[in-house]
């Protein structure tokens, strides 16, 4: 006993000599050089230490001025954390490094960086002030390697996989399921029999259905709702055993079916269901959509959301008394005017710009490039739309360009841009550079 504590007492002292042994802000801390704020409990040097990449088991309580904030400590499930490289000065990945096995420390952290630099939060927006600290209360329980961690949840899912199996087979025998299961392991059990016919692969289905657990939790029904649940067959959209069970019903069929964990939701939990949970659905097959009708459908959307754009468009010209033109469609007014020279062909054109949806939506910006871009005019490089109208500008004038959508990116979706869509560029011509 006195030789542990003489160790603890040592580690402090050598601690003391190269930090400021207490902190006006914190009486009682020490801090460290990058600014972490700590006071160990207990401490034992013998111990195990942490290195980069390894595994901690923890308990940990988190406060703010002073309030618990969150608390690792009363949970059921055990608690990990890898130590990485800090991404602040004072991070807490400084604090577990500090730390061996058994110590308990108190530490506060700059809660601004935490949200902002770990949970990409603005901080202004979750409450947190630059001189707001988090205070965790940390015990370290245990360290592995992240090869022995990586081993233990391999284990840990086989164990179970297994006890997953186990509960099948038992709800199986224990509910008399007398029908032989699909070669894959699915269950189906016939309820209510319709008259239709079945579906098949890219066809669109409505169904009634309810989930359930194996000891009877009801996890999911719209039996008692007016939204019905609808998926293309074939296009992965929903667990694979419905896109086994759904192909083998009638229209107006209604089945029980028992689908392992496997062809549910596999080693992932989803809301109320548990990793690894076999599943019992109650499924009614109420409506079958044809692929040509589905084609129709969306054919006849298009021509409502084309429509719309192009009444979208000239609302925009009459709202903001915009009437210049060009033979293609574009539209645009020179806010700024000037006589400095056009671009021409295989000349670099240096932009600012700003682009926009037509009720004012952000798009993207110059800024976001580095503060300009060098447009290579004439290369068919970029928007028709745009590259036209710096071909009408001169040095040092500014414009607004109203594209529309047969200048932009078309009948068709492009990334997070919808199909038809109408944009709006604010432009000012920085200067023109012969490309040699």
């Known amino acids: 006993m006195k030789k542990y504590c003489v160790k603890c007492a040592l580690f402090c002292l050598s601690v003391m000599l190269l930090l400021p042994a207490c902190t006006q802000k914190y009486p009682g801390y020490k801090k460290t050089q990058r600014g972490l704020y700590y006071k160990f409990y207990n401490c034992n040097t013998s111990a195990t230490q942490p290195k980069l990449t390894d595994f901690l088991k923890v308990e940990m309580v988190c406060y703010l001025h002073d309030s618990l904030y969150y608390d690792w400590q009363g949970t059921q499930h055990e608690v990990y954390t890898q130590l990485q490289e800090p991404i602040f000065g004072g991070?807490?990945?400084?604090?577990?490094?500090?730390?061996?096995?058994?110590?308990?420390?108190?530490?506060?952290?700059?809660?601004?960086?935490?949200?902002?630099?770990?949970?990409?939060?603005?901080?202004?927006?979750?409450?947190?002030?630059?001189?707001?600290?988090?205070?965790?209360?940390?015990?370290?329980?245990?360290?592995?390697t992240a090869a022995e961690f990586q081993a233990d949840i391999e284990k840990m899912k086989e164990t179970m996989k297994k006890q997953s199996e186990?509960?099948?087979?038992?709800?199986?025998?224990?509910?008399?399921?007398?029908?032989?299961?699909?070669?894959?392991?699915?269950?189906?059990?016939?309820?209510?029999?319709?008259?239709?016919?079945?579906?098949?692969?890219?066809?669109k289905v409505e169904l009634d259905f309810s989930a359930m657990l194996l000891n009877g939790q009801l996890v999911g029904s719209t039996f008692d709702s007016p939204d019905k649940f609808t998926f293309v067959l074939g296009e992965?959209?929903?667990?694979?055993?419905?896109?086994?069970?759904?192909?083998?019903?009638?229209?107006?069929?209604?089945?029980?079916?028992?689908?392992?964990?496997?062809?549910?939701?596999?080693?992932?939990?989803?809301?109320?269901?548990?990793?690894y949970s076999n599943l019992i659905y109650d499924i009614k097959l109420l409506k079958i959509t044809t692929a040509a009708e589905?084609?129709?459908?969306?054919?006849?959307?298009?021509?409502?959301?084309?429509?719309?754009?192009?009444?979208?468009?000239?609302?925009?010209?009459?709202?903001?008394?915009?009437?210049?033109?060009?033979?293609?469609?574009?539209?645009?007014?020179?806010?700024v005017v000037t006589d400095g020279n056009q671009p021409q062909k295989g000349q670099i054109a240096r932009i600012k710009f700003n682009a926009s949806y037509l009720d004012g939506t952000p798009l993207g910006d110059s800024d976001q490039l580095g503060g300009s871009y060098d447009l290579e005019y004439g290369q068919g490089k970029v928007l028709k739309g745009l590259e036209e109208g710096v071909g009408?500008?001169?040095?040092?004038?500014?414009?607004?360009?109203?594209?529309?959508?047969?200048?932009?990116?078309?009948?068709?979706?492009?990334?997070?841009?919808?199909?038809?869509?109408?944009?709006?560029?604010?432009?000012?011509l920085l200067d023109i550079i012969d490309s040699k």
Not at 107 to 131: C, H, I, N, R
Not at 257 to 274: D, K, M, N, Q
Not at 294 to 312: F, G, R, T, V
Request: glycine share 8%; proline share 6%; net charge negative.
């Open 91 to 144: 991070d807490l990945q400084e604090a577990y490094a500090m730390m061996h096995i058994g110590d308990s420390a108190s530490f506060y952290v700059k809660a601004d960086s935490v949200a902002a630099l770990y949970y990409e939060q603005d901080p202004s927006g979750v409450g947190l002030t630059p001189e707001d600290y988090f205070r965790y209360e940390v015990k370290l329980l245990d360290v592995k």
């Open 166 to 203: 186990k509960a099948l087979e038992d709800y199986v025998a224990n509910n008399n399921i007398n029908v032989n299961p699909e070669p894959s392991g699915v269950y189906i059990i016939p309820v209510e029999k319709g008259k239709g016919r079945c579906p098949v692969k890219g066809e």
């Open 236 to 275: 992965g959209y929903t667990i694979q055993g419905w896109e086994e069970i759904v192909p083998k019903m009638h229209l107006g069929d209604r089945v029980k079916a028992i689908i392992p964990f496997e062809l549910a939701y596999g080693e992932h939990s989803v809301g109320e269901i548990p990793a």
């Open 294 to 335: 589905l084609q129709a459908e969306a054919e006849k959307a298009l021509q409502a959301l084309k429509a719309e754009s192009e009444k979208a468009f000239f609302d925009y010209l009459k709202v903001n008394d915009i009437t210049d033109y060009t033979a293609t469609g574009l539209f645009y007014t020179k806010l």
């Open 392 to 428: 009408l500008m001169r040095i040092g004038e500014k414009a607004r360009f109203i594209l529309p959508y047969t200048l932009a990116y078309g009948a068709n979706p492009y990334g997070n841009i919808p199909a038809y869509s109408n944009l709006v560029f604010d432009v000012e």
